[in-house]
Every structure is written in structure tokens, then in C-alpha cells.
């Protein structure tokens, strides 16, 4: 079985997942889900986890988890593990009740935090729970739009804090947030820019992975680790090609727009946003350089120079 890529740091942000065994439902009762909360709550107090966005569906849950203490799986072990025992006893079974191993997406916060916080929130009225989102019970929408006292493990200020300072100001405009996005789609990772297991823009993905996965040995039991590994981030990009086109700047910004379009990952739209034109005229200008390479040695050998430096800053 392959292994989640783990990455935990003081002061990180996750959107974690985790589904039930077979997809079958792991809240049967009010007194199930009310337990629940009850694990969230001793998290926070044995784990120092901070809980900022909950939502409970039939056979999975969701949560917005931040972690002072770096301690990730320490929680989720917790949570996990301390239901389990609990609806295995309650309901007269055995084995595991939840389908593999849970699903934490690391979040750059600023950028993304309010995103994933709508999408949570609006499950269940997409699942066709409830009309009206405000009205599903088991989810920390209800704390965010209505000035009513909230469990005191549960953590509203940081997302509110984006919509003003007054709190029945902020909450109404996250509620107007909330109805604008109703008829939007989440795509996966938020638009699948980033690996699934990363969701941020590309200075926060290259700053994750020289901090945490620079040294990490490729893995065979860890493909989300030798994906992030091939997929090199702009910053890497642009310090091999200016190491090798340092003083051709023109040649070196047409390479640059070729190697991101090759190999970055990036939309067509982001990396033409980055280099002022359009997204046809990124896929244009990639083709013509790639022609050009084609016909001309000299660059051929550049390009090829490059593409070694950037896999050398990969490993």
C-alpha cells in the first residue's frame, strides 16, 4: 500500500479528509456525531490543535487544522483512532472504519484558507442535504454566519479576520462569500495547480519543498514525493537558466517561458500572466522555441545544459 507524503511543521495549515471503510457511513446517530466533537475537542486540549472549519457528512468528514506543535499525525491519530474505538463498541463491530489513511492537503493559508473554507461549508448543500447551507447541523457554517455562541474548540477568527474586524461585519460578508460561490465548481487542489498533496502558489511550493523534501530519498511507496521531485517550481526554473543565459537576456526569457511550459505544471494562464501575454501566446511562443531548438545546435545544447541543472536541483 502506498504511503501518504507527510509534511509537518509548526504553524501549518491543513485541509484534511477521511472517508469511511467501503464508503460506508461512519455517523449513524446525533450521539455518534456529538462524539465526534468530542475527540476535536480533546485534540485541541491534549494536541494544541486548532480546529478552524468542521463539517461532518454521512460516510467522511472535513476539517480546516492548524498545528502550533507540528504534530499532524499525532492528531489524526487521536481523532482517528479514538472514534473508532468508540463506533466499534457502540455498534457491535470490528476492524477499520475508516478507508485507508486520512487525506492532508498542506494549505498556504493566505492564499487559500477562505477557498477551502467555502467549499466545506457548501458540501452539503452540493450533496443535496440540505437547499440552504446555513440549515445542514453538523457543520461550523452555522458559527460563521450567525452571531451565536461556537464550541469553544472551534476557531473563527483567523477566517472572519479576511472579511473585516467587526465580527457581525465579517460574518456578513462570508455569508455574502459563501452565496457567490454556489454555483462554482471546486476543482480538484483548487484548480489542480499543485500536487495534491500541496496546495499554494508556486513560491510556497518551492519553499516547502527545500525546507522539508530536498533531502528525502525517492520512494517507490510515496508517489506523491516523486512527483513534487520531477515537477521542478519556478524559482528553479529561472536560476538554471540564468546560471547558463546570464548574459542574453532575451534568449533567456523565451527559454524560461519554454521550460515552464514544459515542465512547471503551471496553467497556460498563470504563466502567462508571468510573462504579459496571453494563454495561446504562451503555447505560441513554447512551439517557436522548441522549432528553433530543433534547428539550431548551439541552443539545442543550452536547452539540454539546463534541463540537467534543473534535475540536478531536483534530487
Known amino acids: 500500500m502506498t504511503r501518504p507524503l507527510r509534511i509537518e511543521y509548526a504553524g501549518a495549515f491543513y485541509h484534511v479528509t477521511s472517508r469511511g471503510n467501503e464508503r460506508k457511513a461512519v455517523y449513524r446517530s446525533q450521539r455518534d456525531r ?3 466533537f468530542s475527540y476535536l475537542e480533546s485534540a485541541t486540549e491534549r494536541y494544541r490543535a486548532v480546529v ?34 468508540y463506533f466499534n463498541t457502540k455498534h457491535a463491530r470490528s476492524g477499520h472504519l475508516f478507508q485507508g489513511r486520512y487525506r492532508a492537503i498542506l494549505m498556504e493559508a493566505d492564499a487559500y484558507a477562505k477557498e477551502v473554507s467555502r467549499y466545506i461549508h457548501l458540501n452539503p448543500m452540493r450533496a443535496g442535504f440540505v437547499e440552504h447551507a446555513e440549515k445542514y447541523r453538523w457543520s461550523s457554517y452555522q458559527y460563521y454566519t450567525v452571531k451565536k455562541k461556537a464550541p469553544e474548540w472551534l476557531q473563527r477568527d483567523f477566517i ?31 484548480g489542480g495547480r499543485s500536487p495534491s498533496v500541496i496546495l499554494g502558489g508556486n513560491k510556497f ?11 528525502k530519498q525517492p520512494d517507490r511507496d510515496l508517489p506523491t514525493l516523486r512527483e513534487l521531485s520531477r515537477q521542478p517550481g ?20 523565451q527559454v524560461k517561458l519554454h521550460m515552464c511550459h514544459r515542465y512547471s505544471g503551471m496553467k497556460l494562464r498563470e504563466i502567462g500572466k508571468r510573462f504579459g501575454i496571453g494563454e495561446s501566446g ?34
Do not use: W
Open 234 to 253: 519556478l524559482s528553479q526554473i529561472e536560476r538554471a537558466v540564468e546560471s547558463v543565459l546570464q548574459s542574453d537576456k532575451t534568449s533567456a526569457r
Open 205 to 215: 511550493i518551492d519553499e516547502i519543498k527545500t525546507r522539508f523534501l530536498k533531502n
Open 160 to 190: 472572519l479576520g479576511y472579511f473585516g474586524k467587526r465580527q457581525k461585519t465579517a460574518m456578513k460578508r462570508y455569508q455574502d462569500f459563501l452565496h457567490a460561490g454556489m454555483n462554482q465548481e471546486y476543482k480538484n487542489s483548487l
Open 52 to 85: 478552524h472549519v468542521y463539517c461532518l457528512m454521512d460516510n467522511h468528514y472535513h476539517l480546516i487544522i492548524e498545528t502550533p506543535s507540528a504534530n499532524l499525525s499525532q492528531i489524526m491519530h487521536h481523532i482517528n483512532g479514538a472514534y473508532t474505538t
Open 282 to 315: 504562451v503555447t505560441q511562443a513554447s512551439r517557436r522555441i522548441s522549432m528553433k531548438v530543433e534547428k539550431d545546435k548551439r541552443l539545442r545544447e543550452i536547452v539540454k545544459m539546463i534541463e540537467t541543472r534543473i534535475s540536478l536541483s531536483n534530487v
Open 34 to 36: 456529538e462524539k465526534f
